[in-house]
């Protein structure tokens, strides 16, 4: 059996445990850092907490790495967290956070999860030496959901976990359009499939008999007047997330009374797949763009 296409990354060897058949980032070469830090009762409301290696003067920005898995899978430490260690070199604190996850804790568990996380690390961040102000979302895929939704949501309403800055890489924005888009027959049966599925896990329901929870999910649903600084990155060979959905998002957000070049950017991967199928959202030249777009917002 041939070995799964994210091996192919250019990894930082320091980094990763190239060991098991999906890479694992390494955390033992982070020497400052707190772990499994507890913001709810369930096993999977923790988060992570690491430092750069030379933390500068003054409270540090956080980048806030939400995992994607569909909703049902994935970990705090699995390869989502990866680009994080690059944050740590650009002198963010970086944060990998769980969820609850889907059949167990269906939707919105979730989101209210990344809500409390939030909270929780703002009501710490001088305690810990960061800057509550400038806490940053970065969420790949199911993730990406996440932090659109929440972002979007704390924006519009003024809320106490309103964050800096938002990046969401090939992301499930939109329940509606994909919902749309097999109604009419211009997706692929694998998009079918997946809309059944995550469906029947997240919101118990088929498609059908979910509507008001697939609009109440999509974060074009939040979308207000104005909004938070906006990074989306997506590729056009992705078979889970159609890039045009993502660039339809863009111009919706573009419509708004604040979006500028400056605070809003659309970064289309040509021949990329979804994360996780190729090494596209691992290496750097795709994340230090994203980072450097969280600096431009403080």
């Known amino acids: 059996m041939a070995a799964p296409p994210i091996r192919k990354t250019k990894f930082v060897p320091e980094w990763i445990d190239m060991g098991p058949k999906i890479p694992v980032p390494r955390i033992d ?5 707190q772990l499994d830090i507890s913001y709810g009762s369930h096993r999977l409301q923790k988060y992570d907490l690491y430092y750069p290696e030379t933390r500068p003067e003054g409270l540090l920005p956080a980048v806030v790495i939400v995992h994607g898995g569909g909703f049902t899978h994935m970990d705090k430490r699995d390869w989502h967290m990866y680009p994080g260690f690059f944050a ?5 604190a970086l944060i990998s956070a769980n969820y609850r996850l889907a059949p167990e804790s269906k939707y919105p568990a979730a989101e209210n999860d990344l809500i409390d996380a939030i909270l929780h690390i703002k009501s710490h961040a001088a305690e810990w030496g960061l800057d509550a102000d400038r806490l940053c979302l970065y969420g790949t895929s199911a993730g990406g959901n996440l932090v659109s939704v929440t972002g979007l949501k704390g924006h519009n309403e003024n809320a106490p976990y309103a964050v800096r800055a938002v990046a969401a890489l090939c992301p499930l924005l939109s329940f509606d359009m994909v919902r749309d888009a097999v109604r009419e027959n211009r997706t692929s049966f694998l998009i079918r499939i997946l809309l059944t599925y995550m469906c029947k896990k997240y919101f118990g329901s088929f498609p059908s008999r979910a509507a008001d929870k697939m609009t109440a999910a999509s974060a074009e649903s939040y979308i207000g007047e104005t909004i938070p600084p906006f990074y989306l990155q997506s ?18 957000l573009f419509e708004t009374g604040n979006a500028t070049q400056d605070n809003l950017v659309l970064d289309i991967l ?13 290496e750097p030249q795709n994340i230090l763009p994203i980072l450097e777009f969280f600096k431009r917002q403080f």
């Open 29 to 33: 070469w982070i020497k400052d850092k």
């Open 88 to 92: 740590l070199q650009e002198g963010f």
């Open 235 to 252: 590729g056009t060979l992705d078979p889970a997330i159609d890039y045009r959905d993502v660039v339809s998002f863009h111009g919706l």
């Open 270 to 282: 040509e021949g990329a797949p979804h994360a996780g199928a190729g090494p596209e959202y691992l």
